[in-house]
Nanobody
Framework: QVQLVESGGGLVQAGGSLRLSCAAS????????MGWFRQAPGKEREFVQA????????YYADSVKGRFTISRDNAKNTMYLQMNSLKPEDTAVYYC???????????WGQGTQVTVSS
């Protein structure tokens, strides 16, 4: 069992930056592929980025490529999402996930709100 807790969300002006963190419990953190998703009001949850267990591969949604960077520190059981050049359309609740099964993720955090003002 893995528990995930996101932090770092907030209100920022367009063009600004935020760094989200996802702290995980459990000794198996370093074995999991992990990801970030987001859900804007009235929209479905969408994929943002993912990173394999050792950080060797990263996957990006086209909408954030070149602006967002995913990383992880297995020694700290923590994953990060550095978000630069934020746009109002990035406003959403951001969720971290762990344990890619091939069709979905086993574990989800509670989400953290990111609001970008124009």
């Amino acid at each position: 069992q893995v528990q995930l807790v996101e932090s770092g969300g907030g209100l920022v002006q367009a063009g600004g930056s935020l760094r989200l963190s996802c702290a995980a419990s459990g000794r198996t953190f370093s074995t999991y592929t992990m990801g970030w998703f987001r859900q804007a009001p009235g929209k479905e949850r969408e994929f943002v980025q993912a990173i394999t267990y050792n950080g060797g591969r990263k996957y990006y949604a086209d909408s954030v490529k070149g602006r967002f960077t995913i990383s992880r520190d297995n020694a700290k059981n923590t994953m990060y999402l550095q978000m630069n050049s934020l746009k109002p359309e990035d406003t959403a609740v951001y969720y971290c996930s762990a344990g890619w099964t091939g069709i979905g993720y086993d574990y989800w955090g509670q989400g953290t709100q990111v609001t970008v003002s124009s």
